[in-house]
């Protein structure tokens, strides 16, 4: 349909057609280039949490390991004072 619409148009009709058609497309990429400045700043806000999470899991893994060594410790103190008692 819209092929034979822009076959029966002429030339100048055509160009003003297209000219719209190339307008709406402008609008559109312009106001995806608005945005470009609040999407960088979200995107650094994300960047931001991600560096406190990656810190605070620093901390995680330290505070695990060692709990994982106070762990290791008492279990070899039960092995030794169950193998006392018998």
């Known amino acids: 349909m819209i092929a034979t619409t822009m ?4 030339d100048d009709e ?5 000219g719209e058609v190339l ?6 990429i312009h106001e995806y280039v608005q945005d470009i400045p609040l999407i ?3 995107l650094a806000e994300v960047d931001q949490r991600l560096i406190r ?3 605070r ?3 995680v893994e330290a505070v695990t390991r060692a709990h994982e060594a106070v762990t290791r410790a008492h279990s070899a103190d039960i092995k030794y004072l169950m193998r006392q008692l018998s």
Do not use: G, I, P, T
Not at 7 to 10: A, D, F, V
Not at 14 to 18: D, G, I, K, P, T
């Open 57 to 59: 899991l620093v901390v």
């Open 23 to 28: 307008a709406d497309e402008l609008k559109v």
């Open 40 to 42: 960088k700043q979200k």
């Open 14 to 18: 055509r160009r003003e057609v297209l």
């Open 7 to 10: 076959q029966s148009l002429n």
């Open 53 to 55: 999470v990656e810190d």
